[in-house]
Protein backbone atom coordinates (compact mmCIF):
# COMPACT_ATOMS: atom_id res chain seq x y z
CA UNK A 1 0.00 0.00 0.00
CA UNK A 2 1.26 3.43 -0.95
CA UNK A 3 0.30 6.69 0.65
CA UNK A 4 -0.09 10.06 -0.89
CA UNK A 5 -0.95 13.71 -0.43
CA UNK A 6 -3.00 15.85 -3.24
CA UNK A 7 -2.04 19.11 -2.45
CA UNK A 8 -4.55 21.40 -3.90
CA UNK A 9 -5.78 25.30 -3.92
CA UNK A 10 -5.85 28.53 -5.19
CA UNK A 11 -2.90 30.04 -7.12
CA UNK A 12 -0.52 31.81 -4.69
CA UNK A 13 -1.66 29.99 -1.98
CA UNK A 14 1.33 28.76 -1.13
CA UNK A 15 1.39 24.64 -2.37
CA UNK A 16 5.14 24.37 -3.88
CA UNK A 17 6.36 26.59 -0.71
CA UNK A 18 4.04 23.78 1.82
CA UNK A 19 5.93 20.82 -0.49
CA UNK A 20 9.38 22.25 -0.10
CA UNK A 21 9.17 22.81 3.50
CA UNK A 22 7.74 19.64 3.86
CA UNK A 23 10.51 17.96 2.24
CA UNK A 24 13.04 19.50 4.46
CA UNK A 25 11.46 18.81 7.70
CA UNK A 26 10.98 15.08 6.36
CA UNK A 27 14.77 15.22 5.77
CA UNK A 28 16.17 16.13 9.34
CA UNK A 29 13.18 13.79 10.46
CA UNK A 30 15.27 11.20 8.69
CA UNK A 31 12.20 10.44 6.88
CA UNK A 32 11.67 9.65 2.53
CA UNK A 33 9.01 11.25 0.78
CA UNK A 34 9.05 11.81 -3.17
CA UNK A 35 6.81 14.98 -4.30
CA UNK A 36 5.25 14.80 -8.00
CA UNK A 37 5.05 17.93 -9.71
CA UNK A 38 1.46 18.06 -11.76
CA UNK A 39 2.04 21.54 -12.83
CA UNK A 40 3.25 21.85 -16.64
CA UNK A 41 4.00 25.78 -15.89
CA UNK A 42 6.22 25.31 -13.13
CA UNK A 43 9.72 26.54 -13.98
CA UNK A 44 11.87 26.01 -10.30
CA UNK A 45 11.75 24.27 -7.74
CA UNK A 46 12.99 24.02 -4.08
CA UNK A 47 12.88 20.38 -3.80
CA UNK A 48 14.01 17.21 -5.41
CA UNK A 49 11.23 16.35 -8.27
CA UNK A 50 11.08 12.78 -8.72
CA UNK A 51 8.45 12.96 -11.25
CA UNK A 52 7.30 15.26 -13.46
CA UNK A 53 4.86 16.29 -15.76
CA UNK A 54 6.83 18.02 -17.95
CA UNK A 55 8.37 15.19 -18.83
CA UNK A 56 5.27 14.06 -21.03
CA UNK A 57 3.76 17.43 -21.75
CA UNK A 58 4.25 21.38 -20.88
CA UNK A 59 2.32 24.25 -21.07
CA UNK A 60 4.28 26.02 -23.59
CA UNK A 61 4.13 23.52 -25.75
CA UNK A 62 0.24 23.16 -25.42
CA UNK A 63 0.08 26.63 -26.27
CA UNK A 64 2.23 26.90 -29.38
CA UNK A 65 0.90 24.11 -30.91
CA UNK A 66 -2.73 24.34 -30.31
CA UNK A 67 -3.11 28.28 -29.93
CA UNK A 68 -4.44 28.01 -26.63
CA UNK A 69 -4.04 30.63 -23.60
CA UNK A 70 -2.26 29.66 -20.19
CA UNK A 71 -5.67 28.63 -18.64
CA UNK A 72 -7.07 26.61 -21.53
CA UNK A 73 -3.67 25.35 -22.01
CA UNK A 74 -2.80 24.01 -18.67
CA UNK A 75 -6.45 22.26 -18.80
CA UNK A 76 -5.50 20.35 -21.80
CA UNK A 77 -2.06 19.00 -20.33
CA UNK A 78 -4.09 17.98 -17.26
CA UNK A 79 -6.41 16.27 -19.77
CA UNK A 80 -3.23 15.01 -21.45
CA UNK A 81 -2.32 13.35 -18.47
CA UNK A 82 -5.90 11.93 -18.01
CA UNK A 83 -5.14 9.84 -20.98
CA UNK A 84 -2.28 8.50 -20.01
CA UNK A 85 -2.77 7.57 -16.57
CA UNK A 86 -2.52 3.24 -17.85
CA UNK A 87 0.97 4.29 -19.83
CA UNK A 88 3.06 7.36 -18.67
CA UNK A 89 2.08 7.46 -14.79
CA UNK A 90 1.50 3.80 -14.21
CA UNK A 91 5.43 3.86 -15.80
CA UNK A 92 6.23 6.16 -13.69
CA UNK A 93 4.70 4.66 -10.13
CA UNK A 94 6.22 1.35 -11.19
CA UNK A 95 9.62 2.72 -10.14
CA UNK A 96 8.23 3.10 -6.20
CA UNK A 97 8.22 0.71 -3.77
CA UNK A 98 4.78 -0.42 -2.06
CA UNK A 99 4.82 1.70 0.86
CA UNK A 100 6.67 5.21 -0.24
CA UNK A 101 4.87 8.27 0.34
CA UNK A 102 3.96 10.76 -2.55
CA UNK A 103 3.13 14.41 -2.55
CA UNK A 104 1.48 15.52 -5.83
CA UNK A 105 2.35 19.02 -6.17
CA UNK A 106 -0.76 20.09 -8.34
CA UNK A 107 -1.76 23.29 -10.21
CA UNK A 108 -3.66 26.04 -8.80
CA UNK A 109 -6.71 26.02 -11.41
CA UNK A 110 -9.83 25.96 -9.22
CA UNK A 111 -11.92 24.07 -11.53
CA UNK A 112 -9.42 21.07 -11.91
CA UNK A 113 -10.48 20.07 -8.48
CA UNK A 114 -14.28 21.80 -8.02
CA UNK A 115 -15.47 20.79 -11.21
CA UNK A 116 -13.54 19.56 -13.97
CA UNK A 117 -13.52 15.56 -13.44
CA UNK A 118 -9.57 15.68 -14.37
CA UNK A 119 -8.29 15.45 -10.44
CA UNK A 120 -11.10 13.01 -9.52
CA UNK A 121 -9.74 10.65 -12.49
CA UNK A 122 -6.41 10.57 -11.57
CA UNK A 123 -7.26 9.88 -7.47
CA UNK A 124 -9.71 7.17 -8.86
CA UNK A 125 -6.60 6.01 -10.19
CA UNK A 126 -4.14 6.40 -7.42
CA UNK A 127 -7.05 3.98 -5.33
CA UNK A 128 -7.04 1.18 -7.97
CA UNK A 129 -2.80 1.23 -7.43
CA UNK A 130 -3.22 0.95 -4.04
CA UNK A 131 -3.10 4.44 -2.73
CA UNK A 132 -4.36 5.88 0.51
CA UNK A 133 -4.64 9.74 -0.59
CA UNK A 134 -5.40 12.71 1.35
CA UNK A 135 -6.74 16.08 -0.48
CA UNK A 136 -4.10 18.10 1.31
CA UNK A 137 -6.08 22.08 0.59
CA UNK A 138 -4.28 25.25 1.07
CA UNK A 139 -5.82 28.80 1.73
CA UNK A 140 -3.58 32.02 1.88
CA UNK A 141 -4.49 33.07 5.42
CA UNK A 142 -4.15 36.84 4.36
CA UNK A 143 -7.29 36.19 1.96
CA UNK A 144 -9.28 35.59 5.35
CA UNK A 145 -9.66 39.63 6.03
CA UNK A 146 -13.09 39.48 6.31
CA UNK A 147 -16.24 37.15 7.05
CA UNK A 148 -17.46 36.92 3.66
CA UNK A 149 -13.82 35.74 2.19
CA UNK A 150 -14.35 33.31 4.98
CA UNK A 151 -17.39 31.95 3.54
CA UNK A 152 -15.77 32.15 0.14
CA UNK A 153 -12.56 30.14 1.47
CA UNK A 154 -15.26 27.66 2.90
CA UNK A 155 -17.50 26.86 -0.20
CA UNK A 156 -14.46 26.44 -2.68
CA UNK A 157 -12.68 23.92 0.05
CA UNK A 158 -16.66 21.91 0.55
CA UNK A 159 -16.44 22.23 -3.55
CA UNK A 160 -13.26 20.18 -3.66
CA UNK A 161 -13.98 17.73 -0.47
CA UNK A 162 -17.61 16.58 -2.79
CA UNK A 163 -15.73 16.61 -5.93
CA UNK A 164 -12.85 14.28 -4.94
CA UNK A 165 -13.78 12.18 -2.23
CA UNK A 166 -11.01 11.99 0.12
CA UNK A 167 -10.40 12.62 3.46
CA UNK A 168 -9.78 16.70 3.39
CA UNK A 169 -7.29 18.36 5.25
CA UNK A 170 -7.83 22.22 5.23
CA UNK A 171 -4.56 24.84 6.02
CA UNK A 172 -4.39 28.03 6.43
CA UNK A 173 -1.09 28.82 4.77
CA UNK A 174 1.33 31.68 5.19
CA UNK A 175 0.77 32.38 9.31
CA UNK A 176 4.24 33.60 9.10
CA UNK A 177 3.07 36.65 7.11
CA UNK A 178 0.15 37.61 9.00
CA UNK A 179 0.42 40.63 11.50
CA UNK A 180 -3.10 40.42 13.82
CA UNK A 181 -3.30 36.88 14.57
CA UNK A 182 -6.07 37.57 16.27
CA UNK A 183 -8.35 38.51 13.06
CA UNK A 184 -7.67 34.98 11.71
CA UNK A 185 -7.86 32.80 15.15
CA UNK A 186 -12.47 34.25 14.77
CA UNK A 187 -11.86 31.91 11.79
CA UNK A 188 -10.29 29.23 13.15
CA UNK A 189 -12.26 28.76 16.20
CA UNK A 190 -15.88 30.42 14.65
CA UNK A 191 -18.70 31.60 16.29
CA UNK A 192 -21.63 31.15 13.42
CA UNK A 193 -23.92 33.48 15.24
CA UNK A 194 -21.07 36.27 15.45
CA UNK A 195 -20.06 35.36 11.75
CA UNK A 196 -23.86 35.74 11.16
CA UNK A 197 -24.08 38.83 12.03
CA UNK A 198 -21.54 40.12 10.59
CA UNK A 199 -22.31 38.20 7.24
CA UNK A 200 -25.98 40.23 7.70
CA UNK A 201 -24.35 43.72 8.39
CA UNK A 202 -21.83 43.34 5.02
CA UNK A 203 -24.81 42.39 2.91
CA UNK A 204 -28.05 43.48 1.56
CA UNK A 205 -30.96 42.18 3.27
CA UNK A 206 -32.48 39.62 0.75
CA UNK A 207 -29.28 37.60 1.07
CA UNK A 208 -30.21 36.86 5.11
CA UNK A 209 -31.85 33.40 4.45
CA UNK A 210 -29.12 32.33 1.92
CA UNK A 211 -26.90 33.75 4.78
CA UNK A 212 -28.20 31.55 7.50
CA UNK A 213 -28.24 28.84 5.22
CA UNK A 214 -24.65 28.68 4.40
CA UNK A 215 -23.28 29.29 8.31
CA UNK A 216 -25.88 26.63 9.25
CA UNK A 217 -24.32 23.93 6.44
CA UNK A 218 -20.68 24.85 7.72
CA UNK A 219 -21.42 24.82 11.76
CA UNK A 220 -23.99 21.86 12.10
CA UNK A 221 -21.92 19.41 10.01
CA UNK A 222 -18.44 20.58 10.89
CA UNK A 223 -17.75 19.53 7.51
CA UNK A 224 -15.06 22.25 7.01
CA UNK A 225 -12.07 23.53 9.65
CA UNK A 226 -8.89 25.43 8.73
CA UNK A 227 -5.65 24.46 10.44
CA UNK A 228 -3.00 27.18 10.76
CA UNK A 229 0.42 26.70 9.32
CA UNK A 230 3.69 28.91 10.17
CA UNK A 231 6.52 27.36 8.13
CA UNK A 232 9.06 29.12 10.53
CA UNK A 233 7.95 26.87 13.43
CA UNK A 234 9.03 23.02 12.82
CA UNK A 235 5.93 21.86 15.44
CA UNK A 236 3.22 23.46 13.14
CA UNK A 237 4.79 21.44 10.34
CA UNK A 238 4.85 18.64 12.64
CA UNK A 239 1.56 18.69 13.99
CA UNK A 240 0.21 19.34 10.25
CA UNK A 241 1.75 16.36 9.13
CA UNK A 242 0.77 14.51 12.08
CA UNK A 243 -3.00 14.82 10.92
CA UNK A 244 -2.46 13.83 7.31
CA UNK A 245 -0.43 10.90 8.50
CA UNK A 246 -3.78 9.85 10.70
CA UNK A 247 -6.27 10.44 7.83
CA UNK A 248 -4.61 8.14 5.30
CA UNK A 249 -3.94 6.05 8.01
CA UNK A 250 0.45 5.80 7.50
CA UNK A 251 2.14 3.87 9.88
CA UNK A 252 -0.20 2.04 11.34
CA UNK A 253 0.36 -1.15 9.63
CA UNK A 254 4.36 -0.33 9.02
CA UNK A 255 7.33 0.95 10.47
CA UNK A 256 8.14 4.60 9.11
CA UNK A 257 10.32 4.46 6.75
CA UNK A 258 13.76 6.05 7.92
CA UNK A 259 16.99 6.58 6.04
CA UNK A 260 20.41 4.49 6.84
CA UNK A 261 21.99 6.09 9.80
CA UNK A 262 25.49 6.48 10.00
CA UNK A 263 26.79 7.21 13.71
CA UNK A 264 29.82 9.12 11.59
CA UNK A 265 26.90 11.92 11.17
CA UNK A 266 27.24 12.91 14.61
CA UNK A 267 30.57 14.19 14.28
CA UNK A 268 30.63 16.85 12.58
Not at 79 to 91: G, P
Request: with cysteine; hydrophobic share 40%; net charge negative.
Amino acid sequence: MGYAQLVIGPAGSGKSTYCSSLYRHCETMRRTIHIVNLDPAAEDFDYPVAVDIRELISLDDAMEQLGLGPNGGLIYCLEHLEENLDDWLADELENFMDDDYLVFDCPGQIELFSHVPVLRNFVDHLKRKNFNVCAVYLLDSQFMTDVTKFISGCMASLSAMVQLELPHVNILSKMDLVTNKKDIEDYLNPDSRVLLSELNANMAPQFEKLNKALLEMVDDYNMVSFMPLDLRKESSIRYILSQIDYSIQYGEDADVKVRDYDPEDNDG
